[in-house]
T-cell receptor
Framework: AQTVTQSQPEMSVQEAETVTLSCTYDTSENNYYLFWYKQPPSRQMILVIRQEAYKQQNATENRFSVNFQKAAKSFSLKISDSQLGDTAMYFCAFIPLGTGNQFYFGTGTSLTVIP | EAQVTQNPRYLITVTGKKLTVTCSQNMNHEYMSWYRQDPGLGLRQIYYSMNVEVTDKGDVPEGYKVSRKEKRNFPLILESPSPNQTSLYFC???????????FGPGTRLTVL
């Protein structure tokens, strides 16, 4: 079974500080794509960052970076220099290649940036 | 503007009254999908479609139907809605299956 686990339902961080959101997943597939999505209070789902499992280099997008540990099946998101606009629900997701193209999402981490 | 649109955005209905939530994308994407979002459960995939006339069940397909007769449209049909289908629904599309999903704005459905 394919699963995604986000063990931190809620987190908070001071503005300008760094925070790391954790995500683990389970799959028997060797090739897959991993994603972090952000959902602000507007409810819109916004892509934060994407990682291909075959790439060893960790993806980065400005203040957002991931720590991808394939052997441990871990995919954490680091947000540097946190801003008030980062306050949102964050979802980890993945899609394994070759098993029907089904997406799997975690239960989310609610992040609050404190001024 | 490249986008995924959903209608209606909000809907309150009663048990057993058939309804359709429409989804349309203007990006010529092959892959389209429906999700429901419930507190504490995250997003769960209901159905997805790799291309016209090709649909597959996700994790929670019971009580839902879909069709993909045109590439741009992927309606979600609830033939006999029940209160446990009260949820926030998202449609999404991507160029191909294994790619970034682009989401619609969501539809808040309440079944009384």
């Amino acid at each position: 079974a394919q699963t995604v686990t986000q063990s931190q339902p809620e987190m908070s961080v001071q503005e300008a500080e760094t925070v790391t959101l954790s995500c683990t997943y389970d799959t028997s597939e060797n090739n897959y794509y991993l994603f972090w999505y952000k959902q602000p209070p507007s409810r819109q789902m916004i892509l934060v960052i994407r990682q291909e499992a075959y790439k060893q280099q960790n993806a980065t997008e400005n203040r957002f970076s991931v720590n991808f540990q394939k052997a441990a099946k871990s995919f954490s998101l680091k947000i540097s220099d946190s801003q008030l606009g980062d306050t949102a629900m964050y979802f980890c997701a993945f899609i394994p290649l070759g098993t029907g193209n089904q997406f799997y999402f975690g239960t989310g981490t609610s992040l609050t940036v404190i001024p | 503007e490249a986008q995924v649109t959903q209608n209606p955005r909000y809907l309150i209905t009663v048990t057993g009254k058939k309804l359709t939530v429409t989804c349309s994308q203007n990006m010529n994407h092959e892959y389209m999908s429906w999700y429901r979002q419930d507190p504490g459960l995250g997003l769960r995939q209901i159905y997805y479609s790799m291309n016209v006339e090709v649909t597959d069940k996700g994790d929670v397909p019971e009580g839902y139907k879909v069709s993909r007769k045109e590439k741009r449209n992927f309606p979600l049909i609830l033939e006999s809605p029940s209160p446990n289908q009260t949820s926030l629904y998202f449609c999404a599309s991507s160029p191909v299956g294994v790619d970034t999903q682009y989401f619609g704005p969501g539809t808040r459905l309440t079944v009384l």
